[in-house]
Antibody
Framework: EVKLVESGGALVPPGGSLRLSCAGSGFPFNTYSMTWVRQAPGKGLEYISY????????DYADSVRGRFTIFRDNGKNSVYLQMDSLRVDDTAVYYC??????????WGRGTRVTVSS | SSELTQDPAVSVALGQTVTITCHGD??????ASWYQQKPGQAPVLVLY???SRPSGIPERFSGASSGYTGSLTITGAQAEDEAVYYCASRDSAINQPPLFGGGTKLTVL
């Protein structure tokens, strides 16, 4: 079974840091690009960050560029999102997604990040 | 960068046919993919490459594309189809991140 499992979500104060992890299984992890997508409460899907299979190319949404860092460890079948200088409007469920030309799938179940004092 | 535009809400009577549309410049070069999200759940891919369904997605889901518009059609909508549907595409070349529409809330009456 192809599966993605996120972890690391928590309640953090504004200005704090958090690292999210996503573990993949059931597929050759090192051959797929990966994406982080978030969803604020009651809102739509927002693309956050993307990394190619080798990790050599990364991309960020304007809303997180300079504060978030995406990286991966193919030896551990995992992708990470380092989030620094967190703001209240970063509060969301964060999803890890496998990228394919045939659509983004699967999605993990998500991990909740709450930024609040 | 490009945007994808969807109607915020659509309704359909049980058993009838409904089409959800998605408009954007990127759709002239890349087919939309479609995601279904039910409350409290992660999104699920229901269509890709214009009209291909992943394993397990019912045949009542179909897709089409014309110019700058992609569409998702549900033929014979069921109560379990009530969800938010998001379209997605890519801004330009391959190895680019996804671009999402704002989502359409489908209500089955």
């Amino acid at each position: 079974e192809v599966k993605l499992v996120e972890s690391g979500g928590a309640l953090v104060p504004p200005g704090g840091s958090l690292r999210l992890s996503c573990a993949g299984s059931g597929f050759p992890f090192n051959t797929y690009s990966m994406t982080w997508v978030r969803q604020a409460p009651g809102k739509g899907l927002e693309y956050i960050s993307y990394i190619t299979s080798s990790g050599t190319t990364v991309d960020y949404a304007d809303s997180v560029r300079g504060r978030f860092t995406i990286f991966r460890d193919n030896g551990k079948n995992s992708v990470y999102l380092q989030m620094d200088s967190l703001r209240v409007d970063d509060t969301a469920v964060y999803y890890c997604v496998r990228e394919r030309t045939a659509g983004s799938a699967p999605w993990g179940r998500g991990t909740r990040v709450t930024v609040s004092s | 960068s490009s945007e994808l535009t969807q109607d915020p809400a659509v309704s359909v009577a049980l058993g009838q046919t409904v089409t959800i549309t998605c408009h954007g410049d990127s759709l002239s070069g890349y087919y939309a993919s479609w995601y279904q999200q039910k409350p409290g759940q992660a999104p699920v891919l229901v269509l890709y490459n214009k009209n291909s369904r992943p394993s397990g997605i019912p045949e009542r889901f179909s897709g089409a594309s014309s110019g700058y518009t992609g569409s998702l059609t549900i033929t014979g909508a069921q109560a379990e189809d009530e969800a938010v549907y998001y379209c997605a595409s890519r801004d330009s070349a391959i190895n680019q991140p996804p671009l999402f529409g704002g989502g359409t809330k489908l209500t089955v009456l």
